[in-house]
């Protein structure tokens, strides 16, 4: 349940079944009207909510159709009770709900027969369908959004009836009610039929994967962002969209799951979510020249498969965790680490990566983290607190949530002189282990309660008019945002957005302005001194860097981020290690202040924060940041680029070798020496590389 609400909800909705059974055999039309009424209510609270408890009935055979049939029929057994069983309004009802009930089948198959017959092989964004296919509108969102629900509840107007019925003996109004059901019935399956007809919907799928290759023949993509996931993982895809956005060579990216393109961040990049495995092999690629994958999954098989192209393994972080060395990583041509921490990570942990094979890029994506000034003359200073996740299995060291997370808070919180904490956990946190779930709670709890009693302290003085209007201009900006959205909308036909979905750069452009505006009035919009707990998407987390002075965290890729703002920071070694060892396995906490499970240590981090000459570590983080991240020039999208462009050339080399290997076969011609094999190859990237 996700709230008390919810569960009262859920408990009316299941006493009030037994209730209308008691209410039919006692009889009592007013218990009976009231237990009805309050099963309605409750079960379509709870749909609006998506509470998961209506999957698990489902799963228990006691579904939707079955809680409204079961209340239908105590509603006969009501009118039994009630000696009415001998009069025509009686058969009236009998008959009104069997085929009501009959129906069913019909909307049910209607909905879904034009739910699939209206879904894409492939969902775009920003690839022109428009000049090449004709996409109808799809059929109105009242029509098809929670469709079974609606219909359900058209049986509303008999229920209604019968009971004015039984209370009044009016024959008209159970004659009415029964009617009204029945006709609404029919008029919303007959409203569906026309949206089966051919020009409502979207052309035939091979159509429209011809139109997609003839719009990929002539784009011309070079470089393909590929990737695979969940749809909580789609911020390991975001991440690259602005350095996507921003590359030399012809973008594209690839998805494989459309959870993940309803949750991906606008961007000005053509985008192919492309679900089957046979539509991806029979797409036309041959003029992708670099392929980056952003995650290891299975589902990367299907473009690794692919010769023509050069495979990367970019990442979605630079961490010292184990995915961050995965023997997986054997199936790409290249990886690319920032620094020379990820080449030396994969030496060390001898999982077969060439060192070759390695080539260090530096994080394009940190550009927008802002370097430390020192310590802020106008303001307590703010400690950000952003643990990671607590990982696949139950390892102690993967997250301090579990054992230091509330020491951590209680020791900042109460911090003299003070500190304001900024708390903002992993979007997977609590996804896989209760306790860690629970451990989140306490910690925004005590950071909330905390926020209250500063908010109450004389110490502190807030500014109210300010902090009004910066709320107003929170509210104005939010709404000119969504109108200017570009993300998927969840609602919509993917048939629809697929046509329509090309970005329009002059709003592209004035929604990143106003995002800048919009974090800038979030700080704004509370006191600085206030405690926080920041969760989902906004603000980002760079942005929260930028608004703290130091940070404690875990082994994650946010400590190798946080390390290219040069600010002071502490890791938990949260499997108790000790510090020594610690630092010898991670090598991001070289330039930590490492604390235990109490959260001892952490005065060492305050006073770094509150004053530069106790910053014992400042020379470890400036040599720290340059071994993890690479030098700061070339900057890091500079190197990005060059490290394309020079993949890119290998592979057009090695296609080049393919091509004479086969025109030498063709002619007969020794296959020990064609010409120009390997050889040819090599001259054709001299030849550019001079060039």
Not at 50 to 67: D, E, F, H, K, W
Not at 298 to 321: A, E, Q, Y
Not at 361 to 375: H, K, M
Not at 433 to 440: D, Q, T, Y
Request: some cysteine.
């Amino acid at each position: 349940m996700g709230s008390a609400a919810e569960l009262a909800a859920a408990v009316l909705m299941m006493l009030g079944y037994p209730c209308l059974m008691l209410a039919a055999l006692v009889p009592s039309i007013p218990a009976f009207a009231a237990a009805a009424a309050v099963t309605y209510l409750a079960d379509l609270y709870l749909h609006r909510k998506g509470t998961y408890l209506l999957s698990l009935l489902s799963r228990l055979r006691v579904g939707l159709p079955i809680r409204f049939l079961v209340r239908e029929l105590l509603l006969i057994l009501l009118l039994a009770r009630l000696e009415l069983s001998d009069e025509p309004v009686f058969y009236a009802a009998i008959a009104c709900f069997a085929l009501f009930f009959g129906l069913q089948a019909p909307h049910g198959a209607l909905v879904t027969l034009i739910g699939k017959r209206r879904q894409m092989p492939v969902v775009t964004r920003n690839v022109d369908l428009v000049s090449r296919l004709t996409v109808p509108d799809a059929p109105p969102r009242r029509l098809m959004t929670r469709a079974a629900l609606k219909m359900l509840h058209l049986d509303l107007a008999a229920v209604v009836g019968l009971l004015v019925y039984a209370a009044t003996g009016s024959d008209a109004a159970g004659y009415a009610g029964t009617a009204v059901t029945v006709v609404l019935g029919l008029l919303y399956v007959a409203a569906l039929v026309p949206y089966l007809r051919a020009r409502r919907l979207p052309p035939r799928p091979d159509k429209v994967l011809a139109v997609v290759s003839t719009w990929l023949r002539e784009y011309r993509p070079e470089t393909v962002l590929y990737f695979s996931g969940s749809k909580d993982s789609a911020y390991q895809v975001n991440m690259w969209l602005e350095t996507m956005e921003q590359i030399d060579s012809r973008p594209l990216i690839i998805l494989r799951e459309r959870a993940v393109l309803e949750r991906m961040a606008p961007t000005t990049v053509p985008v192919i979510c492309v679900p089957g495995g046979v539509h991806l092999m029979n797409m036309d690629l041959s003029t992708v020249r670099v392929a980056l994958y952003a995650a290891n999954v299975g589902k990367n098989i299907h473009l690794l498969r692919v010769p023509t192209m050069k495979h990367v393994f970019i990442g979605h972080g630079d961490s010292d965790k184990l995915a961050s060395v995965n023997p997986f990583s054997k199936a790409y041509d290249e990886v690319w680490t920032a620094g020379r921490a990820g080449r030396d990570r994969y030496a060390i942990a001898d999982v077969g990566i060439r060192d070759e094979d390695i080539v260090e890029v530096g994080r394009p994506q940190l550009a927008p983290i802002e370097t430390w000034s020192g310590a802020p003359g106008d303001r307590i200073p703010t400690i950000l607190y952003a643990p990671t996740w607590e990982g696949w299995d139950d390892n102690p060291g993967n997250t301090s949530i579990l054992l230091a997370g509330e020491n951590i808070v209680k020791k900042l919180v109460a911090a003299e002189p003070p500190v304001r904490v900024l708390y903002k956990p992993h979007p997977f946190t609590g996804t896989r282990s209760a306790k860690a779930g629970a451990a989140h709670r306490r910690i925004t709890a005590l950071i909330k309660k905390a926020a209250e009693q500063r908010a109450a302290d004389p110490r502190f003085t807030a500014d109210p008019a300010g902090q009004a209007k910066a709320a107003a201009e929170l509210t104005r900006l939010k709404a000119r945002l969504e109108e200017l959205s570009l993300s998927f909308d969840e609602k919509a036909d993917e048939a629809v957005t697929s046509r329509d979905g090309i970005v329009d750069m002059r709003k592209h452009e004035e929604a990143a302005r106003l995002r800048a505006e919009w974090n800038a009035a979030y700080w704004r919009s509370f006191p600085s001194f206030e405690h926080r707990v920041i969760t989902g998407a906004e603000p980002r987390l760079y942005d929260c860097f930028n608004a703290s002075e130091g940070m404690v965290s875990d082994i994650s890729s946010v400590v190798s981020d946080f390390i290219a703002s040069g600010k002071p920071y502490a890791v938990t070694d949260s499997a108790e290690l000790g510090a020594e060892e610690f630092r010898r396995q991670n090598t991001a906490v070289r330039a930590a202040v490492i604390l235990d499970n109490t959260a001892e240590g952490l005065d060492r981090l305050l006073d770094a924060v509150r004053d530069p000459a106790a910053d014992t570590l400042a020379e470890d983080r400036r040599a720290l940041k340059q071994y993890l991240l690479g030098p700061d020039e070339p900057t890091s999208l500079q190197q990005f680029d060059t490290a394309i462009a020079d993949l890119a050339l290998k592979a057009e080399a090695r296609n080049v070798g393919q091509e004479s290997r086969i025109a030498a076969a063709a002619e007969g011609a020794p296959e020990s020496a064609p010409e120009g094999g390997t050889e040819g190859g090599a001259a054709l990237a001299n030849e550019v590389t001079a060039g």
